[in-house]
C-alpha cells in the first residue's frame, strides 16, 4: 500500500469514526459529552467489531482523578444508578468499602467482567456471556480525564457491535434509551459521592 493509500484509509476511517460517534445532535447516544469526547478512541473501542455503535455520557466532577477513580472501583459492589431497578431495592452504599479497590483482571462489576485498567485513569469492561444473550457483543470504558487542581471529567463510553438486522436494529435503540436513563443517574450519583468525599477527607 502506497502512502497516499495509507492516508486515504486513515482518512476514511476518521470520517467513520466521526458519523458513527460524534453525532451532537444525537442526545440519546451522546449526552453530555463535548465534541472532543464523543470522537476520541477509548479502550472498550478494542473489544468490538468495527464500525459499530458507541454511546458516549460524561459529567464534570469537583473531586480529584484519584478519588473519582476510587468511586468507579464500588460497581465491583453497587450499580449507583436507579436501586429500585438495578440493585433489587438495596441501596448502593455511600460510603466507600474496603477493598474493592483492589483490582484484577476477571473482576466482575455490573454485567461486565473487569478487561483492564489504569489507575486514577480507566476501567474497561466486556459484557460477561449471561448478558450477552440480552445486550449482544458490547463493552464499556469509565475513563477519568484531569482538568485543572482538583478537577475531572468522568466519561464514560460503551461500544457495541453493529446491527446487523432490522431487529438487532431496534433493539439497539432500546439498549440506547435505557442505558441513557441508567447512565445519568450512574454519572451523577458518583459525581455526588466524589465531591463529597473531596469536601470532607478525613471521612473517606
Avoid at 101 to 108: A, I, N, S, T
Avoid at 149 to 164: E, F, H, I
Amino acid at each position: 500500500m502506497t502512502p497516499e493509500q495509507r492516508s486515504d484509509v486513515r482518512s476514511s476511517g476518521s470520517s467513520r469514526a466521526r458519523h458513527l460517534f460524534g453525532r451532537a445532535k444525537d442526545p440519546v447516544r451522546q449526552w453530555n459529552a463535548t465534541a472532543a469526547e464523543r470522537i476520541a478512541q477509548y479502550p472498550c473501542d478494542r473489544y468490538v467489531q468495527s464500525p459499530g455503535e458507541r454511546f458516549t455520557r460524561a459529567v464534570g466532577v469537583e473531586s480529584p482523578p484519584e478519588t473519582v477513580f476510587r468511586w468507579l472501583c464500588q460497581l465491583k459492589v453497587a450499580p449507583y444508578s436507579y436501586d429500585w431497578i438495578d440493585n433489587p431495592g438495596r441501596r448502593s452504599p455511600r460510603s466507600l468499602t474496603p477493598e474493592v479497590d483492589r483490582l484484577e483482571p476477571g473482576q466482575e462489576f455490573l454485567v461486565f467482567w473487569l478487561v483492564e485498567f489504569e489507575q486514577n485513569r480507566h476501567k474497561t469492561g466486556v459484557v460477561l456471556p449471561r448478558a450477552q444473550r440480552v445486550f449482544s457483543r458490547l463493552a464499556i470504558s469509565y475513563v477519568v480525564e484531569p482538568r485543572d487542581t482538583g478537577r475531572c471529567r468522568l466519561v464514560a463510553c460503551l461500544s457495541v457491535t453493529a446491527p446487523s438486522s432490522v431487529l438487532d436494529s431496534a433493539r439497539l435503540m432500546l439498549l440506547a434509551f435505557g442505558d441513557l436513563l441508567t447512565m445519568r443517574k450512574q454519572l451523577n450519583t458518583l459525581k455526588e459521592r466524589a465531591g463529597r468525599s473531596a469536601r470532607e477527607p478525613k471521612r473517606r
